[in-house]
Structure formats: C-alpha cells, structure tokens
C-alpha cells in the first residue's frame, strides 16, 4: 500500500505547488538570481573551501608537475588548485569563460597556462599526461558520466588523483534554481511540471550519488583508493536571504547528515595499465 501511496503523495503535492505558480516563480527568480550573485562575489572563497576539502582527503604524495582542471569556468578553482603546479591546462566549452581564465590566472603568476576548448567525454590529451586532475559541479551536466570518467582517469597518471565535486541529490533545495524537495517530485511528474513553471532547463541536469560515481569507477576497472568528504560550504558563499536557515541547520548538524554536496577524490593505483 505505501508503495502505491508514494506516488500519489507526490502527484497531490506537486498539484499543490504548481496551484502557487505565480508566487512561486517570483520567489524563485528572487532566490535563483541571489544564488548566483552571492555565486559570483565568492568564488574565490567557495574555491579556497574546495582545496582544504580536497587536502583533508588527498594522499598528499602526487607530483605537482601537470594540473588538468575540466569544465574550468572562469578559473577561480583552476587558480587555487593549481598554484604549486609548473604547468596548468584549463578546458572548457566556452571560449567566453576560457578568456577570462587567461585573463585570472594569467595575472597572477608566471606559470605555464594552456587553454583548451573541449569536451569532457572527448579529451584531446593523451594517455597519462597529469598529475591531477579536477572537475568541480561538471558531471551533473554531462550526459555520458561513464565516458566522462573514463577520458578523465585516462589522462590521469599512476599515482596521480582526480576530484570530483558535485551537489547532494538529496539536499532539501534544488541548488542550482533554489527548487525546495525537488528530489521527491517523481521522474514521470518532472518533465510536465518544470515545463509549467518556466524551469526545462532542469531536465538536462541529472545529479549522480555517491554509490553511482563509485559503481562507474570500478565498472571502469578501477581498484585505486576512493576517499569523499563533505561538502558543507561557509556562511558568506550562502545567499543572504537563506543564511539564516542554514546557520540553524549547520548548529543543528542537520548538514552532516545531509550535506550540500560531496567530493570525490579518486587515487590511480599503478596497477591500473589498462583502465580506460
């Protein structure tokens, strides 16, 4: 019987929010343009919270010769990533996004700055060509996670580590559109209720789980070590009309048990000659 009633729960629930349409689309304009302008004015500190995510996970002992970030945007986490690295290759669809990284990270050092155009599940690199390897809120929009994975542990050496971040399926707020209990609304619902409410660009953002990335690695042949840690992000990177909730939920340690979003990283065991 619940089986039978899950559904329709849902079916009742998403009627009710589309009947508040109008009120919901402007408050969810109001939250989704302050989501990206509070996005945009802490970059740089979303990008220093990342590195000390990726730190407390990393094995610490990879070669700072080679840095490969994919889907690098304007570059903020390509800079903090790729500080003590000689040589940093950023990749992206976007030239727009591709000239602002030249324009970061150029400014900044002296150090040797490669920008690609390019496609996640396409690499123009060859085999074995870096020391890490990044890609920060990419493989939700990807279409072909599993060819994703697979060009990015290609290019990686042995020893060398990839990181993954992306957003908590199961977190109570869409993040990318400010969508409250998005998670519940069933898959058959979705595409009918977003087209409703002006939001079909959601269709094509598919939110992997932990236990998927890492069933994707070892269908890849991958028996290297995989670490992931929270990723529960500081108060000022959060709009400010949404930080009072959240500092409730961080001093309840609701965001323990369900975080923002993870990170992976990912360690290529020597073993590995014939992964990807």
């Keep these: 019987m619940l089986n039978l009633s899950l559904p329709i729960i849902f079916a009742v629930i998403s009627l009710v929010m589309l009947s508040m349409q109008r009120k919901r689309q402007k408050m969810g304009r109001k939250i989704r343009n302050e989501i990206q302008t509070t996005l945009s004015a802490s970059l740089e500190a979303r990008a220093i919270y990342l590195y000390n995510c990726y ?9 700072h010769d080679k840095y490969l970030d994919v889907g690098c ?34 400014s900044k050092s002296n150090k040797i700055l490669s920008l690609v155009r390019g496609d996640a599940q ?24 599993r060819e994703m994975l697979k060009e990015l542990l290609r290019v990686l050496k042995e020893d060398g ?12 707020m869409e993040l990318h559109t400010g969508l409250p209990a998005y998670f519940l ?4 619902i979705k595409p009918w209720f977003l087209r409703k409410i002006g939001y079909e660009g959601l269709l ?4 992997p789980t932990i236990r ?65």
């Excluded at 074995?128 to 990807?142: G, K």
């Excluded at 290297?224 to 009072?244: A, D």
Aim: proline share 5%.
């Design 161 to 172: 580590e990839l990181v993954l971040q992306f957003p908590n399926k199961y977190f109570f």
């Design 73 to 106: 945007g304007y570059g903020v986490n390509s800079s903090i990533f790729g500080r003590d690295f000689k040589d940093v290759v950023c990749l992206d669809l976007s030239a727009k996004n591709l000239e602002e990284c030249r324009r970061r990270i150029s």
């Design 185 to 188: 609304i069933p898959s058959f």
């Design 55 to 63: 730190t407390s996970i990393s094995s610490k002992k990879i070669e």
């Design 212 to 276: 998927e990335i890492k069933k994707l690695i070892e269908d890849l042949g991958v028996s290297g070590e995989i670490k992931k840690t929270k990723v529960i992000y500081p108060i000022e990177t959060i709009p400010r009309g949404l930080r009072w909730i959240y500092t409730i939920l961080k001093r309840l340690k609701v965001l323990n048990l369900v975080p923002l979003g993870w990170m992976v990283c990912i360690k290529k065991s020597k073993e590995q000659k014939g992964t990807a």
């Design 204 to 207: 094509e953002i598919n939110i």
């Design 122 to 145: 396409s690499l123009p690199f060859k085999r074995e060509s870096f020391d890490l390897v990044s890609a920060f809120s990419l493989i939700e929009h990807v279409p072909d996670k």
